[in-house]
């Protein structure tokens, strides 16, 4: 199973992206799909996660200008951000479960400039 992710880049303060994480060897659509960040010298939090049944649940640092979403047939998971800040500078992961354990997408780097 592989996630791979894309979409990073860099971005003024106040911008938007969106995030790509194609899954190959499994079905995002029955899992629970998460998105996490890890900034310079910190550790990974969490930004957003989707329930099978499609519930949004995000960071409150997030929240009202992030949007995490699916698209079964693609098998792809997204990620839109909007309002983008500098806070928001971070390598950003998907992660989905696979057989007990979590599997990571390789991180997209994303900048936000002031």
């Known amino acids: 199973v592989q996630l791979q992710a894309s979409g990073g880049g860099l971005v003024q303060a106040g911008g938007s992206l969106r995030l790509s994480c194609a899954a190959s060897g499994t079905n995002l659509s029955s899992k629970t799909i998460g998105w996490y960040r890890q900034a310079p010298g910190q550790e990974r939090e969490w930004v957003a996660t989707m329930s099978a049944g499609g519930a949004p649940n995000y960071a409150d640092s997030v929240k009202d200008r992030f949007t995490i979403s699916r698209d079964n047939a693609k098998n792809t998971m997204y990620l839109q951000m909007n309002s983008l800040k500098p806070e928001d500078t971070a390598v950003y992961y998907c992660?989905?479960?696979?057989?007990?354990?979590?599997?990571w997408g390789q991180g997209t780097l994303v900048t936000v400039s002031s």
């Open positions: 992660n989905c479960p696979y057989w007990g354990r979590l599997v």
